[in-house]
């Protein structure tokens, strides 16, 4: 981003991640698989700008999202792209923060959203075995309506909208996070398929232990528990208690909104389960609701709620014992900023460290009449060589106010940029 | 979150530096540390074998009694008899002889079981109509047409009750009695009231309503289903209440199994007898039967089942023996994940970014 060359841009083709230059020399589109690098060149920038290639940028097919800037030059950019923002310097925080977290959150939703469904699914699959491949349902139909209607919509909902990895802040500290995001780690063919041999796994559990634990056993007063109702009841309250368990271990974030919602949702399920098998509901809409006193009877056998604790166990403590073991063995990015995030509560604000320039040897020019050497002199031939610096830090500043999770006191536009922003 | 005056200039269109927007909102963030996870496993083997103990405790102290009828003893001849569906209308009578070794001690309860039925198919549990079994005068003239081809018989009389979940209905009679030592065989006497559901008895069947005619009449216009001998107002001549939709046999039935090996509640002891006060002595026992359903057609079996309960339900291995099993699968898992973060883990690999 910074540049140690005078004039015209030494660069022809740049490769900026986000804006592409399309061109007129033929230019295709490479390969580039493994790691983007990001490189937005100032160069590059300007000679695309001044070449009034914006809308061209950002039709481009090959980017993944386009982002535009508002500004002085007109706001085509905005209309054309999927973000857009009003200064530069805010990219830093849509792709650290934003981008990392929007990634995060999409792959983690996807994985349980499909862990939930094959589960559901697989379920069935067992059932027919037992049902002469009739295609009955094991659970209730208002269960199978509702489940991902209400019962678990909310809950995958707050997870989506709220979870966060590390906040802002460390996201900033530590710009390697972005690296799974860039080599696709959290969501690929891989992690599919294993989501389905876990989904394969957990519905075997939640169909044969209910089944070995209720096929030939009663209530405690002689009466039916073997009875289709009672073990739909069952297999449903299993496979939802599961359900949230797995959501609760991979929520990151816990807000009061995803605490509302998770429990929210159990203590609407078994509301809603309980007003459907009313005698009310029976005798207004009999045929809609026939599982009329289920739920009394069979959910006050502690042979029932057993038989859920076993089921939850053995679902959920492999993936609890899996994630730990890959924590000590394989940690991640992730996971090393998180423990780190655990053991420092709060790194101390740095103090911004100054960038030491080498002082150029100026002279100083008398004023004169004539043009004199003011030339000469500016166009620093007789300096010392300026050893190569390295490349200063990227991100030096990490106590401005983005940094410090703090209101942001938004600048005007026109003001100007002061020096020491990032350059 | 929203502010009242309106913005105006450069920064109107700024969004609210609301926790809520600026997702800071106030959360916990729980990971997975090694204190937390090694001492929930141990605790979770702990509670697991605590649990399997006592449930293998409980468990044993119920006593079982499965004897399949089949074509045991002399239900051999009823077994060819049925085989033939033009027999269906003559009745068949067979004993079977079973012993117990020890006393069963407290309540004992007996059922019929049948292995191979699937009262789970799903065209047959959808062959039923719930509202001619609550007794809607409308629906036992007009049968739901789920019942089909079950609603209606031959001269389009409609059937009560429809379906073929009735119509199937399990119609074995069985009579115990005991040989007393040193004395002629006693009859044991069974309670037949009171074994189904609460809810099924009082809110899901009922009979419509009377208003001052006999059950019969009630049922004037109806046929009885097809496979049945006796119409639904007949069932039970010794106890007048038992009759119609609320016959209990026919509601335990009509409680469809979840899988084909299932048994249902047929009586219970009643201990009243001082015989049979504390529940069934040891000694030889003789199960006359009046067997009329048929099985040979889908390989079934049947068969009977005493046995004693405890808070637990029935005799169910399964559950207690599960639960130990579990119990030494998480405590392995947690020495070996002990064993990982003793090694590697503690404070290990994290250090480096």
Redesign the interface.
């Given at each position: 981003m910074s540049s140690s060359s005078a004039d015209k841009p030494s660069v022809i083709k740049a490769r900026a991640g986000l804006f592409w230059l399309q061109k007129t020399e033929t230019v295709q589109d490479e390969e580039v698989d493994g790691e983007y690098g990001l490189v937005i060149n100032g160069h590059s920038l300007a000679f695309a700008l001044e070449k009034d290639l914006q809308l061209e940028l950002l039709r481009t097919a090959s980017a993944h999202i386009g982002v535009g800037i508002s500004g002085q030059e007109g706001m085509q950019a905005v209309l054309s792209s999927d973000f857009s923002f009003a200064q530069f310097r805010y990219l830093q925080r849509l792709l650290l923060v934003h981008g990392r977290?929007s990634y995060l959150r999409m792959c983690k939703f996807l994985q349980y959203f499909f862990y939930k469904n094959f589960t559901f699914t697989f379920v069935h699959f067992w059932y027919a075995f037992?049902?002469?491949f009739?295609?009955?349902t094991v659970y209730d139909e208002w269960f199978i309506t509702l489940y991902n209607l209400m019962y678990t919509a909310l809950p995958v909902l707050g997870l989506s909208i709220?979870d966060?990895d590390v906040?802002?802040r460390w996201s900033f500290q530590?710009p390697?996070l972005y690296t799974p995001g860039q080599l696709n780690q959290y969501f690929s063919k891989k992690a599919f398929v294993r989501c389905m041999m876990k989904s394969c796994y957990s519905s075997l559990i939640l169909f044969f232990?209910p089944?070995?634990?209720?096929?030939?056993?009663?209530?405690?007063?002689?009466?039916?528990?073997?009875?289709?109702?009672?073990?739909?009841l069952l297999a449903q309250t299993c496979l939802l208690i599961v359900m949230s368990i797995q959501l609760s271990l991979d929520t990151?974030?816990?807000?009061?909104?995803?605490q509302f919602f998770v429990w929210g949702s159990l203590a609407g399920y078994f509301a809603i389960t309980f007003t459907m098998y009313s005698?009310g509901m029976?005798?207004i809409f009999?045929?809609a609701f026939?599982f009329?006193?289920t739920a009394?009877?069979s959910l006050n056998?502690?042979?029932v709620w057993?038989?859920i604790f076993?089921t939850s166990?053995?679902c959920i403590?492999?993936v609890?014992?899996f994630?730990?073991?890959l924590?000590?063995?394989r940690?991640t990015?992730n996971?090393?900023?998180?423990?780190?995030?655990?053991k420092e509560a709060l790194p101390a604000p740095t103090k911004p460290v100054r960038v030491k320039r080498i002082s150029t040897r100026r002279s100083g020019y008398a004023f004169s009449h004539s043009q004199g050497y003011g030339d000469l002199v500016t166009s620093r031939k007789f300096l010392l060589k300026i050893p190569v610096r390295t490349r200063p830090a990227l991100f030096t500043e990490t106590d401005s106010p983005l940094a410090q999770?703090q209101?942001?006191h938004?600048r005007?536009?026109?003001e100007e940029p002061e020096g020491s922003q990032s350059p | 979150m929203g502010k009242a005056k309106v913005k105006s200039g450069p920064l109107a269109r700024r969004p609210d530096n609301s926790a809520f927007k600026q997702q800071r909102l106030p959360a916990w963030s729980p990971m997975l540390t090694a204190n937390t996870v090694l001492p929930f496993f141990y605790f979770m083997a702990l509670i697991c074998m605590l649990l399997g103990v006592w449930l293998l405790l409980t468990v044993q102290s119920t006593q079982e009694m499965k004897l399949d009828y089949t074509e045991a003893g002399s239900c051999n001849l009823c077994y060819i008899k049925r085989q033939n569906a033009s027999n269906a209308a003559q009745s068949c009578t067979c004993s079977v002889m079973f012993s117990i070794q020890k006393a069963f001690k407290g309540d004992v309860f007996f059922y019929y079981g049948l292995k191979n039925f699937h009262q789970n198919l799903r065209r047959y549990m959808d062959s039923r109509d719930d509202g001619q079994m609550v007794g809607r005068k409308r629906n036992l003239k007009n049968p739901s047409s789920y019942c089909q081809p079950f609603d209606k018989d031959q001269t389009g009389v409609p059937i009560a009750p429809c379906g073929a979940v009735a119509n199937s209905i399990f119609n074995d009679s069985f009579t115990l009695s005991y040989h007393q030592p040193g004395s002629y065989r006693v009859r044991i006497p069974l309670l037949r009231r009171g074994i189904t559901w609460y809810t099924d008895e009082n809110v899901k069947f009922r009979n419509p309503k009377t208003e001052n005619l006999t059950l019969a009449e009630v049922f004037k216009d109806t046929a009885r289903p097809l496979y049945w001998q006796k119409p639904v107002y007949e069932l039970d001549p010794d106890d007048p209440t038992n009759n119609g939709f609320i016959n209990e046999d026919l509601i335990i039935w009509m409680r469809e199994a979840a899988f084909p090996n299932f048994k249902k509640l047929y009586g219970v002891l009643n201990r009243a007898d001082e015989v049979f006060a504390k529940g069934l002595p040891a000694g030889n026992y003789t199960i006359d039967i009046n067997y009329n359903f048929p099985v040979q057609y889908f390989r079934g079996r049947k068969e009977v089942v005493l046995t004693t309960l405890t808070w637990f339900g029935g005799q169910n291995h399964f559950l207690p023996v599960a639960y130990l099993v579990t119990s030494s699968l998480i405590l392995l898992l947690a020495v070996v994940l002990t064993v990982i973060w003793w090694k590697f883990g503690k404070a290990g690999k994290n250090m480096q970014e």
């Open positions: 977290w037992f049902c002469g009739s295609a009955q709220f966060q906040n802002d530590y390697q232990i089944w070995a634990a209720m096929h030939d056993t009663v209530r405690d007063d002689g009466k039916d528990i073997a009875d289709y109702q009672s073990f739909a990151h974030y816990w807000t009061a909104v995803n005698n029976f005798l009999t045929s026939p009329i006193g009394r009877n056998q502690p042979n057993l038989t076993l166990l053995l403590l492999p609890v014992a994630r730990f073991i924590i000590q063995l940690p990015i996971d090393k900023v998180r423990h780190k995030m655990r999770n209101p942001q938004y005007t536009i026109t | -």
